[in-house]
T-cell receptor, first 118, second 114 residues
Framework: GAVVSQHPSRVICKSGTSVKIECRSL??????MFWYRQFPKQSLMLMAT?????????EQGVEKDKFLINHASLTLSTLTVTSAHPEDSSFYIC??????????????FGEGSRLTVL | AQSVTQLGSHVSVSEGALVLLRCNYS??????LFWYVQYPNQGLQLLLK??????LVKGINGFEAEFKKSETSFHLTKPSAHMSDAAEYFC????????????FGQGTRLTINP
C-alpha cells in the first residue's frame, strides 16, 4: 500500500489566494521530504528540501516567500503556495526518504497534487 | 554535476514487442540510478534501482535494466510489452549519495499499440 499520501489531489483556486498542500508519511518517520514541481509533459524539478525542525533548503530560482514549507513533525510536511497566480498552476509531488533507503537515494512519492489557479 | 539524459521523449511499440527505453547518466562518482513510472495524474512508483550491487537489475512488472559503466548507460527493457505498460517513465540519478537528492531525466512516454 501507499506509504506517502498527499492532500488535496486536486485544487482549484482564484488568483491571489493561498493554497496549502500536505505530504504525509504513513508508516514511518521522515526527517527529510522533497518537494518537486512538474509542468505538463515535462520532468520533475526539485523545488526544495524540507527538514523536520529546521528551515527548508530551496533550490536556485525558487522563491522561498512564494512557496512556504513547514515540516513541523516527523510525518508531515506542508507546501503553501502564497498569493497564487496562473503561472503557479502545476503538479506538485512530494518525495520522502525512508530510514532503510537513506543509503541509496530511493524516494517514496506521494500521489501528487494538481493545482489550477484561475 | 550529476545529470541524466533520456533519449526519445516518446516511444511506441506493439503489444508483445520488446520495450527499450534509453537512459544515459553523467556522474563524477559511482552513481545510484533509478527508474520510476508515472501513470496519468499520479505520483511516481519505483520500478527498479541500481545501488552498486549486480549490474543487471530486475524490477517490478517484468522490467529490468543493466548498468554499463563503460557506456554510462542504464537502459530499461521488458521482453514483451503489455497494454498496461503505457505510462511515463523517468530515469533518475542520486546526487550526493548521502543527501538523497534525485535528479530526473526528461521522461519518456511509452505508448503500446494493440
Amino acid at each position: 500500500g501507499a506509504v506517502v499520501s498527499q492532500h488535496p489531489s486536486r485544487v482549484i483556486c482564484k488568483s491571489g489566494t493561498s493554497v496549502k498542500i500536505e505530504c504525509r508519511s504513513l508508516d514511518f518517520q521522515a526527517t527529510t521530504m522533497f518537494w518537486y514541481r512538474q509542468f505538463p509533459k515535462q520532468s520533475l524539478m526539485l523545488m526544495a528540501t524540507s527538514n523536520e525542525g529546521s528551515k527548508a533548503t530551496y533550490e536556485q530560482g525558487v522563491e522561498k516567500d512564494k512557496f512556504l514549507i513547514n515540516h513541523a513533525s516527523l510525518t508531515l510536511s506542508t507546501l503553501t503556495v502564497t498569493s497564487a497566480h496562473p503561472e503557479d498552476s502545476s503538479f506538485y509531488i512530494c518525495g520522502v526518504e525512508r530510514g532503510v533507503s537513506r543509503s541509496t537515494g530511493e524516494l517514496f512519492f506521494g500521489e501528487g497534487s494538481r493545482l489550477t489557479v484561475l | 554535476a550529476q545529470s541524466v539524459t533520456q533519449l526519445g521523449s516518446h516511444v511506441s511499440v506493439s503489444e508483445g514487442a520488446l520495450v527499450l527505453l534509453r537512459c544515459n547518466y553523467s556522474s563524477s562518482v559511482p552513481p545510484y540510478l533509478f527508474w520510476y513510472v508515472q501513470y496519468p495524474n499520479q505520483g511516481l512508483q519505483l520500478l527498479l534501482k541500481y545501488t552498486s550491487a549486480a549490474t543487471l537489475v530486475k524490477g517490478i512488472n517484468g522490467f529490468e535494466a543493466e548498468f554499463k559503466k563503460s557506456e554510462t548507460s542504464f537502459h530499461l527493457t521488458k521482453p514483451s510489452a503489455h497494454m498496461s505498460d503505457a505510462a511515463e517513465y523517468f530515469c533518475a540519478v542520486s546526487v550526493d549519495r548521502g543527501a538523497q537528492k534525485l535528479v530526473f531525466g526528461q521522461g519518456t512516454r511509452l505508448t503500446i499499440n494493440p
